[in-house]
């Protein structure tokens, strides 16, 4: 089972960025898919971003859908999410996992928007 560690949340302002980034223990390539899921605080936990190995197509959430890029390196065994134009909206705990069926839960890392 793939473990991970998500980083590379903060506070930022409307409009900016962040790049999020998820270390994986083990090798993601073998696994069908990895993707990207938020929560923001009173709200169901989402799928924001997915990418599909073997053919590197992604998905997004239509809220996310032309701000948000998601990327691996499987070399690094590291899926990556670029966040642009972020809104007040974005605010959430993100959270990398496998996809369709996420596994167990990392901790997730924290991205705050706010003027």
């Known amino acids: 089972q793939v473990q991970v560690v998500e980083s590379g949340g903060g506070l930022v302002q409307p409009g900016g960025s962040l790049r999020l980034s998820c270390a994986a223990s083990?090798?993601?390539?073998?696994?069908?898919?990895m993707g990207w899921y938020r929560q923001a605080p009173g709200k169901q936990r989402e799928l924001v971003a997915a990418?599909?190995?073997?053919?590197?197509?992604?998905n997004y959430a239509a809220s996310v859908k032309g701000r948000f890029t998601i990327s691996r390196d499987n070399a690094k065994n590291t899926l990556y999410l670029q966040m642009n134009s972020l809104k007040l909206e974005d605010t959430a705990v993100y959270y990398c996992?496998?996809?369709?069926?996420?596994?167990?839960w990392g901790q997730g890392t924290q991205v705050t928007v706010s003027s």
């Open positions: 996992n496998t996809y369709p069926l996420p596994a167990s």
């Open positions: 083990g090798s993601i390539f073998s696994i069908y898919g």
């Open positions: 990418v599909i190995t073997s053919s590197g197509s992604t």
